[in-house]
């Protein structure tokens, strides 16, 4: 009744996922273990003749033949690499099922389309296929089967991107704890003691973990997979669960990597060392999983699965300095890919080997879009394509065909032949245009058209081809920033510079001496409209859930208020731009001519500056310095629009900074305007603070606490701070030490609509979303995830919460993904604006702050940012210690600012 249906090769060759090259390196646990089908059986795993249903008895013997040939001609298409040939088969055949209403056969034939429709990329018409499927068993009561396609399905929703999702339907909502739902697959395939099922929903559920970033939640999945996996002595399911958890540790090294990166270029070295040891830890047991799945399909002759895992480890073993190794692998998986068969798997190997002949060294990329093979690699990478190329165009699969010719493309383009380069990237796009089934690819090869096209000079054709990118990039963001978070480096090389770049032209030419004024304002506002969109693709892909962040598709012009004006920075590599949008639609622009790392350093020792403590008296030279690159080449426009409030929308490291410390040489910035922040314009709501009734719930910590055995100090003004807030505020309530827990802020919170939470407790941004977390009375940690979710179950419309302060907060210096963080923490929680600290003051200023902040806020005639800067403009006056800015100026306005 099957055939055994041999894995699908999707390797990336470094764990990436998705979107660099299109293909996943996990296998499809369900693809592996409820293999293609013939013939309809009730537990669809033994091999056996090809015979004409039963069922059909009653059909003329003509037609009765004709349905089982179409069925098993659609086999013979698909095994053959000719999918959609397939498709056309057994949907003429499902159709004929359908007039003799035989459950069984038309069940087997939906699975074998949902799983055809899922191999080209068609995972709306895969779902709904696994939908129909599912229904037909349940009818039947083959329970075994209804849990076996909710695996199915599960998976389809992970190639969507919907891991949330994902794991509800493979055990339980992610917040919950075991044991699973009834209903569940899990739970479904228990229950008929299903143990092969139960192994192929175990692995699909940890690699849906994996694919958000729960590593630990992952990895005790896929062992479980594993256990199960040696106790029915399967092979090809065995060498598939040591590849995926192969597949996590490389995942978790290359997090590791990122973090040490980020705590090097915030001059950590000590905690860069550490990270960098734990990556190495990760890619040692990476390496362990992947040989052990290569030995275990060298044992059983599975050529597809050594590949597999071959190529999965090469760039494990270049990042671990293990050369020979790797060039070893590469040598086998060279000579393997000669004796496979001519499928799509075949193709992307090729690729994938092509990808991989460049050795690279620590955590480097080795996929990069645009990086260049040195020379010597050329050939070698040149005929690989060509050899991908050549298998595609026999297949007829256009979507691989494109990514073989992109590439191609790209390969000449890094030769700067760029009529050849933009000849093949053409025929990539068209390719990936053919029944719109690749559109993963086809922004990247909009993008590398717009590359050559500015390589050689043609601005206008450069731009068109980048809003090209950018247009296709936008209808399927979502799905590629949301199905792996766990590998930010693609973000960083395939999707940030995409909108840089774009950006970046649009400036140029705003800047020639000879462009109109009109013309140059329209210039600017699509600059604007650019470096948005790469706003909202950031805090997507910083905390990369199901969530999709829903903008509020505002125009350019800043209405809201006419005292308002907006600043951009723009962050490119030579240099910075700042965009000023004037309250009467005006745009003004300026270069920051330094380097990007040049500005990383100085905008770091600003920051150190401010947090010195101890200098009595504060030397502002620094902040002159910033002063004069950000806002002085704007005073004079200012000043005639008669503006009081500032808005940032920053990028990069200039998010990790507080605007209010600048110094103009005579006063702080502050003392002249009202600042705020936000990460977004599209996700600024511009209604004011609705006072009436206006309560609080307070939250605080005063004592020390203990979090994965590292102590915290205990905060013992916020006893003073939570009882000051609380006595403003008729209605308000506090929880106190013990009784600030994740549950209890649940609890409270589903009872009672606070419109202001205010948190004073100790809490840390890191660059990872699992890395940030609040400090709870019962030393535990309230995640921002945790957050979010108990936030977001009470925003609804109008009941949003208006206000969520932070106030014992810190953000590492030089992290720009932790100041994203924190910035992002408002719009994902859905609250309209927040209130919080960029590093962390245990002192009464606090309180004082506070206090002010919200006697200022309970006046109708004052705006959120206006009460923030009367605070901060009380704690100058005061003079001593609070006229140094370490004590005021660390609390910034994010968000809505009315």
């Given at each position: ?69 179409w069925v098993q001609k659609g086999v013979e298409l698909y095994q053959a690499g000719d999918v959609t040939g397939a498709i056309a088969q057994w949907e003429t055949a499902l159709d004929a099922y359908q007039t003799t209403n035989n ?556 605007m209010a410390a600048l110094h103009d040489g005579e006063k702080f910035l502050v003392q002249k305007y009202a600042i705020a922040t936000t990460p977004s314009l599209t996700l600024t709501e511009k209604k004011a603070l609705d006072r ?200 910034i306005l994010i968000g809505n600012w009315l």
């Amino acid at each position: 009744m099957a055939v055994a249906q041999s894995p699908d090769f999707k390797g990336t060759g470094n764990g990436k996922q998705g979107i660099v090259m299109g293909w996943e390196a996990d296998l499809d646990f369900a693809q592996t273990s409820f293999p293609l089908k013939r013939e309809a059986s009730n537990q669809g795993m033994r091999k056996q003749k090809l015979t004409i249903p039963r069922s059909l008895s009653t059909v003329p013997s003509e037609a009765v033949v004709s349905v089982s040939q179409w069925v098993q001609k659609g086999v013979e298409l698909y095994q053959a690499g000719d999918v959609t040939g397939a498709i056309a088969q057994w949907e003429t055949a499902l159709d004929a099922y359908q007039t003799t209403n035989n459950s069984q056969e038309r069940a087997l034939v939906l699975e074998n389309l949902a799983r055809a429709y899922q191999q080209i990329g068609q995972i709306d018409r895969a779902i709904h296929y696994w939908s129909e499927t599912i229904a037909v068993y349940r009818q039947m009561g083959n329970q075994t089967q209804v849990g076996r396609m909710r695996v199915e399905l599960a998976q389809a929703y992970s190639k969507l991107g919907q891991n949330r999702r994902a794991i509800t339907i493979l055990c339980h909502l992610p917040e919950r704890e075991n044991p699973c739902n009834p209903d569940s697959a899990l739970q479904i395939l228990r229950q008929q003691q299903d143990a092969l099922g139960e192994a192929a929903a175990l692995g699909s559920l940890g690699n849906a973990y994996r694919h958000r970033g729960e590593y630990d939640q992952a990895i005790a999945n896929l062992e479980q997979s594993l256990a199960i996996a040696n106790e029915l002595d399967n092979p090809v399911y065995l060498a598939s669960v040591l590849n995926s958890l192969g597949n996590a540790y490389n995942s978790l090294a290359l997090v590791n990597y990122r973090r040490a990166e980020s705590a090097d270029t915030r001059g950590d070295s000590a905690k860069a060392e550490e990270f960098r040891q734990k990556a190495l830890s990760n890619d040692a047991k990476a390496l362990d999983y992947f040989q052990d799945s290569i030995e275990v399909a060298r044992t059983e002759n599975d050529q597809r699965g050594q590949m597999r895992g071959l190529v999965n480890s090469i760039s494990v073993l270049y990042r671990t300095s293990n050369p020979s190794s790797a060039a070893a692998a590469l040598t086998e998986a060279r000579s393997l890919l000669a004796q496979l068969p001519d499928s799509r798997d075949k193709v992307y190997a090729a690729i994938d080997l092509a990808n991989l002949l460049q050795p690279v060294t620590g955590a480097e990329d080795t996929s990069s879009g645009t990086q260049c093979l040195k020379l010597q690699h050329q050939p070698q990478a040149i005929e690989l394509l060509q050899q991908a190329v050549s298998i595609a165009q026999r297949l007829n699969d256009s979507r691989a065909q494109s990514f073989a010719l992109g590439k191609l493309g790209q390969l000449y383009e890094c030769r700067q032949d760029y009529p050849q380069a933009l000849d093949f990237t053409q025929q990539a796009q068209l390719s990936a245009n053919q029944d719109l089934l690749a559109k993963d690819s086809l922004y990247l090869w909009q993008w590398q058209a717009g590359r050559i096209f500015k390589a050689q000079g043609k601005a206008s054709e450069a731009v068109m081809a980048y809003e090209q990118a950018v247009t296709t990039l936008e209808t399927i963001r979502s799905d590629i920033l949301t199905a792996n978070r766990d590998v930010q480096l693609d973000f960083r090389d395939a999707i940030n510079p995409i909108y840089r770049e774009l950006a970046q032209l649009r400036l140029e030419q705003a800047s020639l001496p000879s462009i109109e004024p009109m013309e140059r304002t329209k210039e600017l506002s699509a600059a604007l409209r650019t470096i948005d969109s790469l706003k909202l693709a950031e805090l997507q892909n910083y905390f990369g859930n199901d969530c999709v962040i829903a903008a509020l598709n505002l125009n350019d012009s800043v209405d809201f208020s006419p005292a308002t004006a907006v600043f951009s920075t723009i962050i490119l590599k030579d240099r910075t731009a700042i965009l000023v949008s004037l309250p009467n639609g005006e745009k003004r622009s300026a270069w920051i001519d330094i380097d990007s790392q040049t500005l990383i350093d100085e905008i770091n020792k600003y920051r150190r500056e401010l947090e010195r403590f101890m200098d009595f008296v504060y030397d502002p030279t620094q902040a002159q310095k910033l002063y004069d690159w950000l806002i002085r080449p704007f005073a004079s426009d200012l000043e005639q629009a008669q503006v009081k409030t500032l808005v940032f929308i920053q990028d990069g490291i200039l998010r990790s900074i507080p605007m209010a410390a600048l110094h103009d040489g005579e006063k702080f910035l502050v003392q002249k305007y009202a600042i705020a922040t936000t990460p977004s314009l599209t996700l600024t709501e511009k209604k004011a603070l609705d006072r009436e009734q206006l309560r609080a719930l307070i939250i605080g910590l005063t004592k020390e606490a203990v979090v994965d055995g590292r102590k915290f100090p205990a905060l013992s003004n916020v006893g003073k701070e939570v009882s000051q807030v609380k006595a403003q505020m008729p209605g308000s309530k506090g929880l106190l030490d013990q009784d600030f827990t994740r549950d209890r802020l649940q609890q409270e919170l589903s009872q009672t609509l606070y419109p202001i939470i205010h948190i004073a407790t100790h809490g840390e941004f890191g660059t990872e979303p699992e890395d940030t977390f609040l400090v709870t009375g019962d030393n535990g940690k309230l995640t921002i995830i945790d957050l979010e979710a108990t936030l977001r179950r009470i925003n609804v419309g109008s009941e949003a919460v208006e206000l969520l302060a932070l106030t014992a907060c810190q953000t590492a210096v030089g992290d720009d993904r932790a100041a994203l963080g924190l910035a992002g923490v408002a719009v994902q929680a859905g609250v309209k604006s927040a209130l919080a600290s960029l590093w962390f003051i245990s002192d009464a200023s606090t309180v004082k702050l506070v206090t002010h902040f919200y006697e200022r806020l309970l006046d109708a005639d004052t705006s959120k940012a206006e009460a923030l800067r009367e605070a901060q403009l009380e704690l100058i006056a005061a003079g001593g210690q609070y006229n140094h800015p370490a004590y005021w100026a660390p609390f910034i306005l994010i968000g809505n600012w009315l």
